[in-house]
């Protein structure tokens, strides 16, 4: 042990004798100034975690939206769509998406934040509110014309669900009726796809009744499905949503089995609909 501790500096750090000389402290520096191999690369990854775009797109919630986007422009395809249309759609779904997103995290920031969550860049301080309500205005300011670029009626039916949308952000999230925007918000999506056209032009027609039902019972599923995430949090709110008293009732495991069985059972009868009835009325 002797031997080794003479041949280090020698080794590693190469002082000459004069340095050993000296005091241990006017040396350590020279020990200390090293840096860590990880520190620059921890460094660069905090950089890139915390890039404002990046943060926008988390809180965007983009899952969801591009969930709902493949959903959306897969049914413009069955129902016969051409390719530009398809893709109209497909754009126009991820920017009303991510306007939802951004409406969501910025109406809950406060839960968000007493609840620690994680994923969540405006509450923990990352992104100020002030831009995202800039990049929601934004968001807006886009889809309007991206949504009557299918046509008016079109349109309107989409912008319609992302009204409703926002509404159920701030009204009857938290009680029994919590189910009913979000059953609204989807059965505006048939119409929004039978009346799909270019250019402005509407293309088709009204929906077939069949579909708007089941798209109604799709956005409930999809209110339980999206609710599942933060049972424990709402029920320390003292929320009484219907998620809530059936995740109670069977746990959040059952609850999610059977929710996804629920919507498995919805696209399939949508399917069977589609090719039964066809999309228009």
Not at 165 to 179: D, E, I, Q, T
Not at 194 to 213: D, I, M, Q, R, T
Request: net charge neutral; glycine share 12%.
């Amino acid at each position: 042990m002797a031997n080794a501790s003479q041949s280090a500096p020698k080794t590693i750090f190469t002082v000459s004798s004069h340095a050993q000389a000296q005091d241990p402290e006017e040396t350590q520096p020279s020990v200390s100034a090293v840096p860590e191999p990880s520190a620059g690369h921890q460094s660069v990854m905090d950089k890139i975690g915390n890039w404002a775009p990046l943060l926008l797109i988390r809180s965007a919630h983009p899952r969801q939206a591009v969930l709902t986007a493949i959903g959306l422009a897969g049914a413009a395809v069955l129902a016969g769509l051409a390719t530009r249309e398809v893709a109209l759609i497909a754009v126009t779904v991820l920017v009303g998406q991510a306007v939802l997103g951004w409406h969501n995290d910025l109406v809950d920031q406060g839960a968000d934040r007493r609840h620690e969550r994680e994923g969540k860049p405006i509450s923990d301080g990352r992104l100020e509110p002030g831009g995202v309500w800039f990049a929601l205005c934004c968001g807006v300011l886009l889809v309007i014309p991206l949504s009557v670029t299918s046509g008016t009626v079109a349109g309107l039916f989409y912008l319609g669900s992302l009204v409703v949308g926002m509404l159920a952000n701030v009204l009857l999230r938290k009680g029994v009726f919590s189910f009913v925007p979000w059953a609204a918000a989807f059965a505006c999506y048939p119409a929004y796809l039978s009346y799909a056209g270019w250019a402005g032009e509407s293309a088709g027609g009204p929906p077939h009744w069949v579909l708007v039902v089941l798209a109604a019972a799709l956005g409930v599923g999809a209110h339980f499905l999206t609710a599942l995430w933060g049972l424990v949090a709402d029920n320390a709110d003292g929320w009484t949503y219907l998620p809530l008293k059936a995740g109670l009732k069977l746990g959040a495991g059952k609850l999610l089995l059977v929710t996804f069985v629920y919507i498995g059972l919805i696209v399939a009868g949508m399917l069977y609909a589609a090719s039964a009835v066809g999309l228009r009325a």
